[in-house]
């Protein structure tokens, strides 16, 4: 979701805040991540801070951010991880972007309630 939302993917940012919701993730924290609004959970905001930072500097992330993320609790192998997600997630961004796909059905009523 934070990659979507800094890439400005609504279709993204509405199916993936929908499935989490689906999936039983707490409604704030949905809402938080979906509106880049503060997340209480220092963890979850180190890992949402580090993926925001690796979307906008486009891989490139200053070594004090990496030495925060990993002293929030996150390894290396995670480092990776955000990185392979974010990757995916800027190419379905960018395929969604190109084929203008509207956000429609259910999905458009959990982008309406993000932005309310």
Request: hydrophobic content about 50%; glycine content about 6%; charged content about 15%.
């Amino acid at each position: 979701m934070a990659v979507s939302r800094v890439n400005r993917a609504d279709y993204s940012l509405a199916i993936h805040a929908a499935l989490a919701a689906k999936l039983g993730a707490p409604s704030d924290i949905v809402k938080a991540i979906g509106t880049s609004a503060s997340v209480r959970d220092p963890k979850l905001a180190a890992l949402r801070r580090f993926t925001e930072l690796l979307t906008i500097g486009r891989g490139q992330v200053a070594k004090a951010e990496v030495e925060s993320f990993v002293s929030a609790g996150y390894d290396r192998t995670a480092i990776v991880a955000v990185a392979f997600g974010v990757a995916v997630k800027t190419f379905a961004n960018a395929l969604a972007h190109l084929a203008q796909t509207p956000v429609d059905g259910p999905f458009s009523a959990t982008l309406t309630q993000l932005q309310a």
